[in-house]
């Protein structure tokens, strides 16, 4: 019996990592454009499904998440279209678009802020990013931290601070050198 992988399975192993690489991003995309979480859920699954269907067609060397926004919007807009007969519904589909349009031509800057980021967070001590971990990936509490972390909450606070100033500090001179092709 052959193991070895085949196309299939390396297009598979491709996808599943590009989206577990932007799955954080792409779900904040989703949710800040439908009100309902339950609703959002099943948007975002419908997406990840189409997604998935239409892998073939995503180019390798092409953006992910401007391919990825393309699904969602779709998913999204047509979630609207159904709400229409809802008259809370308050978002119309300009706006989505308007929305989309605006990610585009901001994507590049918040891609390259977030890979400084990604950056700045390598350079910090272990310790240090097991705090930012905890309050901002984790969404620990201040006190639950100062808990885990053997400090007081006062301790917590000003370490958030400095390590956030620290990182500022870091994307910004990351964001001041220049980008190599």
């Known amino acids: 019996m052959d193991f070895s992988p085949n196309s299939s399975d390396q297009q598979t192993e491709r996808y599943l990592r590009l989206l577990a690489q932007h799955d954080r991003w792409l ?8 009100h ?10 419908d997406c990840k499904v189409a997604m998935w269907k239409h892998f073939g067609s995503f ?5 992910f998440r401007a391919w990825a926004r393309k699904f969602a919007t ?8 159904s ?6 519904t308050v978002v119309d589909d300009e706006f989505i ?9 901001r994507g590049g800057v918040l891609d390259r802020r977030s890979d400084a980021l990604q950056l700045c967070l390598r350079k910090l001590p272990e310790a240090h990013r097991r705090i930012i971990i905890w309050r901002y990936y984790e969404d620990c509490g201040i006190e639950e931290i ?16 400095r390590i956030r100033t620290v ?7 990351q964001l001041a050198q220049p980008q190599h092709p």
């Open 36 to 45: 309902d979480r339950a609703d959002g859920d099943e948007i975002l699954q």
């Open 167 to 173: 990182l500022n500090d870091c994307v910004s001179q």
């Open 97 to 105: 678009e308007a929305v989309a349009g605006e990610i585009d031509r």
């Open 146 to 161: 100062a808990a885990k972390s053997e400090r007081s909450v006062e301790a917590v606070y000003r370490l958030l601070s």
């Open 74 to 81: 779709h998913h999204i807009l047509n979630y609207r279209r």
């Open 83 to 88: 709400e229409k007969r809802r008259p809370e």
């Open 27 to 34: 779900a904040t995309y989703v949710y800040s454009l439908v």
């Open 59 to 63: 180019q390798a060397d092409t953006n």
